[in-house]
């Protein structure tokens, strides 16, 4: 009787540990699961305001303007070089 008793409290030491570990693996991977989702939120907030800024700079009246303004305007024949290679 003795060593089943012994033998029961070996299995009982064995299967707390076993209980613990696998409580604090849990918690290590739903903290990590937490920090991914915000990260993802961050990120999806990041690429709306990407696609703003692109469909902001994609307008033609803002590129005329800006072109305008910095005197820009397309070039001749004349100005333009061909570069071959070599």
Known sequence: ????????????????????????ENRVVFIA????????HRLEEEHA?????QAKFGNHHVIQAAATKQKLHVPSL???????KE
Not at 5 to 24: G, I, K
Not at 49 to 53: D, N, R, S
């Open 49 to 53: 305001v990407l696609i703003l800024e």
């Open 1 to 24: 009787m003795n060593k089943l008793n012994v033998l029961l409290l070996v299995l009982v030491v064995a299967s707390a540990f076993a209980l613990v570990t696998l409580h604090y």
């Open 78 to 84: 004349a100005e333009t070089k061909m570069i071959e």
């Open 33 to 40: 699961l937490i920090q991914a989702q915000q990260d993802g």
